[in-house]
């Protein structure tokens, strides 16, 4: 079987990371490792994996994924497992490519023909939720997502929860579902106060409404709470999640493909979700490669229910016009028609790159940097 012959990245606007492997019979498949506000480190671990990999059987993905994750000795992590994701990512783009059909088919066929999916509004200091929402709808989405707050205090004024029950209110008379980002922002004091204002108001999920670390908070407030609650981007693989999963203190899991370890990692996440009856909903506010590869998930995992698509998100448009209808030829594969975009056909990934533009647009890409919120107090608080 061919070999691995090279493995290239290229940094790109306005904060994604391309991979782009290529075995010694020319067959190519692409990747997307980006993880926000940590580039460097992830094209540093990129560097090694390169070092290690070249003149590997292209077709040998799990063996690949195995030798990376297992052989390092310290395992896990966002920088590995991002880094990890792309070139993942990118052997079954190739895999399939070779073979003429899309990934899907080789992890069992479609169980669906269409993809639900929402799109962001409000920023990180969520406003003109009313004007976002209405041109939403205008483009085809049905459901949407924002931030639940700006950066609140560890223990901070009821009064600073009162204008997040007012916004999801103002999608809502829409006839529009949203889901509401905590973000990591809120901790147990505040998060607990604003489900249970939430609550009456029925928004479609509540994420992270506590970091990740405080699985004990999480399983607390899962208790004192309808709203569904959603979490994973954070998580990067099925030892992170098993957790959760074993709490029973999630119903909507949402591992990011290009965090989690890549196709083959977010399918078996899929599958233990399944067993504890949690949902899939795909996070990925990234460039056009990992939602194309979140897309073949959802094609064939029973227990998918929504993508999230990155299409004009704040983070796009406060560095330019850059978004993820560039780097593709066909940007109708991201039309949306009430709520739902067709599901891809095309071979690999389903879509097809725009080598030129990438290679043109990496010369002088900068690194993404991270954001954060500081109180008036001059403490930092979460973002």
């Not at 290229?10 to 498949?29: A, C, H, M, N």
């Not at 169980?111 to 004007?131: F, L, T």
């Not at 796009?316 to 039309?335: C, F």
Request: hydrophobic content about 40%; overall charge negative.
């Amino acid at each position: 079987m061919p070999k691995i012959q090279n493995i290239e990245y290229f940094r790109v606007p306005p904060r994604w990371l391309f991979v782009k492997i290529t075995d010694e019979q020319g067959s190519y498949g692409w990747g997307e490792a980006t993880l926000e506000g940590h580039t460097q480190a992830v094209e540093g671990c990129l560097d090694a994996l390169i070092r290690r990999f070249a003149g590997f059987e292209a077709d040998d993905i799990e063996h690949i994924w195995q030798s990376a994750y297992r052989l390092g000795f310290y395992r896990g992590g966002p920088v590995l497992m991002s880094a990890l994701a792309g070139l993942d990512i990118a052997l079954w783009d190739l895999k399939a490519r070779r073979l003429n059909v899309p990934i899907y088919q080789l992890l069992g066929g479609a169980v669906r023909k269409k993809i639900k999916v929402y799109a962001w509004i409000g920023g990180d200091r969520p406003k003109d939720v009313k004007k976002a929402a209405e041109e939403r709808y205008q483009q085809g989405f049905r459901t949407i997502k924002m931030n639940a707050t700006e950066d609140v205090d560890w223990l901070d004024s009821p009064s600073a929860l009162e204008a997040t029950v007012e916004r999801l209110r103002t999608v809502k008379s829409l006839g529009m579902d949203a889901g509401l980002d905590f973000h990591g922002r809120l901790h147990k004091p505040m998060a607990k106060q604003l489900a249970k204002a939430l609550e009456p108001h029925h928004p479609l999920f509540i994420e992270e409404p506590l970091l990740s670390e405080h699985s004990e908070g999480i399983k607390q407030l899962s208790g004192l709470t309808t709203i569904p609650i959603a979490l994973g981007e954070r998580l990067y693989s099925r030892w992170d999640v098993k957790r959760f999963l074993h709490d029973s203190s999630i119903d909507v899991l949402q591992p990011d493909i290009s965090h989690c370890g890549g196709i083959s990692e977010l399918r078996r996440i899929a599958s233990m979700a399944e067993a504890y009856d949690v949902a899939i909903a795909p996070h990925c506010p990234l460039g056009p490669i990992t939602l194309a590869a979140s897309m073949q998930i959802a094609m064939c995992t029973p227990n998918f229910v929504i993508q999230e698509m990155g299409l004009t998100i704040h983070y796009n448009t406060e560095l330019g016009a850059l978004d993820i209808t560039n780097y593709i030829r066909d940007k109708r594969v991201w039309d949306v028609k009430d709520g739902y975009v067709d599901g891809l056909t095309g071979v690999g990934i389903g879509i097809e790159v725009d080598e030129a533009e990438i290679r043109e647009l990496a010369k002088n890409a900068a690194a993404w940097q991270p954001k954060g919120f500081v109180g008036p107090d001059g403490g930092i608080r979460e973002w």
